[in-house]
């Protein structure tokens, strides 16, 4: 039924995943061609590319490729088509945290297509287990090889801030959104934690210049102990030269409590200015049904957002941390939900940076991400 030209804009690649999905649609729908639009790496710069196009209400995107902290935006902008129907039929096959990213004021504006949530990768020939919580962690990683992240001044550095600080039982916005509450003790200690990371050498200063990708290269090319990733760093570890020397653990506790995570992972939402949305949403279906979300975790440890994908034998296999992995989802907290997410996210990792770099000490930091987060909540 499927027909048509579907141009799919989604971040680069990286496994090679996303190709055999576009792949095995376009067999199995000979009157409907998709074509894969590669946007960079960094969630920064594949928004601002796709809202370049939005804004010049181009039709080039059919199908976007949308982080999950952007549906609020992209909704409130009026940017994306209503979903809610196949939601509503399909919405029960994914696991609620998933499904509640793609809702805007009571409408369903995206499927889930990946889920995400972060572990931490250990060299077994160097640790005999994964430490209890993350001052073991940083302490082993000063006597060891120390510990590779995000620490770049971009989206992935504040996942890597907010795991810390939802550890630490805190967070940067008060409950209804309306307010910054990064004005604590807990921040500043989790920033004065980071910062000494550094400057002790349990964190390399490179950490700084690391997204995803380059993280996962330093952990591969054996220089770290532990690295904190996403789950489609596993695959291709177990097809690089420390696959038989590594394992992978959910997260270490924190200050005496225990370790959270924060909720990543992508949707598929239909672009307003869409020629052909009907074509769009039969590629959707598609790519969220459970056959490719099976693929997608066999070949390349993405996480899915069906949940009885996870009860797979060969999905087992292939990620033996599924079980984990599945509650860690389930239980992830989300970034805060706001149109103007974009702009807190800028407050939360240019301050960051700044006390990475030593620019700033961690007090002075922390009370400028107030200053910026509530500047940022006024704009809207
Ligand atoms: C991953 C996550 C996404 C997050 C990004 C940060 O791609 O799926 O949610 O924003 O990393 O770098």
């Given at each position: 039924k499927a027909s048509g030209n579907v141009t799919w804009c989604i971040g680069?690649?990286?496994?090679g995943a996303v190709g055999t999905v576009v792949d095995s649609f376009n067999q199995a729908n000979p009157e409907a061609n998709v074509k894969l639009l590669e946007l960079p790496e960094d969630a920064g710069e594949q928004r601002r590319l796709q809202i370049q196009r939005l804004q010049a209400e181009?039709?080039?995107?059919?199908v976007l490729g949308t982080d999950v902290i952007w549906t609020a935006e992209y909704a409130a902008q009026g940017w994306l088509l209503d979903v809610s129907d196949f939601i509503s039929q399909n919405?029960?096959?994914?696991?609620q945290s998933t499904v509640d990213t793609t809702e805007y004021e009571g409408k369903n504006y995206a499927v889930p297509f990946n889920s995400n949530a972060g572990f931490i990768y250990y060299r077994t020939d160097e640790v005999d287990q994964a430490p209890q919580d993350w001052e073991a962690l940083y302490e082993q990683a000063s006597q060891g090889n120390g510990v590779v992240y995000?620490?770049?001044?971009?989206?992935g550095l504040t996942v890597n801030f907010l795991e810390l600080l939802y550890s630490a039982g805190?967070?940067?916005?008060?409950e209804d959104g309306?307010?910054?509450?990064?004005?604590?003790q807990e921040v500043r200690d989790v920033l004065e934690f980071m910062a000494n990371g550094i400057d002790s050498g349990?964190?390399?200063?490179?950490v700084t210049t690391y997204k995803e990708e380059e993280s996962r290269r330093a952990f591969e090319s054996g220089n770290a102990t532990f690295m904190r990733n996403w789950p489609y760093a596993y695959a291709l570890g177990k097809d690089s030269k420390i696959a038989d020397n590594f394992d992978i653990s959910t997260f270490p506790g924190y200050k005496g409590n225990e370790g959270a995570g924060v909720l990543g992972g992508y949707n598929l939402a239909i672009a307003k200015?869409?020629?052909?949305p009907e074509g769009a949403l039969a590629f959707i279906e598609f790519a969220t049904d459970p056959a490719q979300q099976k693929l997608m975790a066999t070949e390349a440890s993405l996480p899915p957002t069906?949940?009885?994908?996870?009860?797979d034998p060969e999905v087992k296999k292939a990620m033996p941390f599924a079980e984990e992995l599945r509650s860690a989802i389930e239980q992830a907290q989300p970034r805060p939900v706001s149109p103007v997410y974009p702009q807190i996210s800028e407050a939360i990792y240019n301050n960051v940076f700044a006390a990475l770099q030593g620019d700033m000490s961690p007090d002075e930091a922390a009370t400028t991400m107030q200053e910026d987060i509530q500047k940022a909540l006024e704009t809207f």
């Open positions: 680069k690649d990286t496994s181009s039709d080039e995107c059919d919405g029960d096959r994914f696991i995000q620490g770049f001044r971009y989206e805190a967070s940067v916005l008060s309306s307010e910054a509450t990064a004005d604590s349990a964190a390399p200063k490179a200015f869409s020629q052909n069906v949940t009885e994908v996870y009860d």
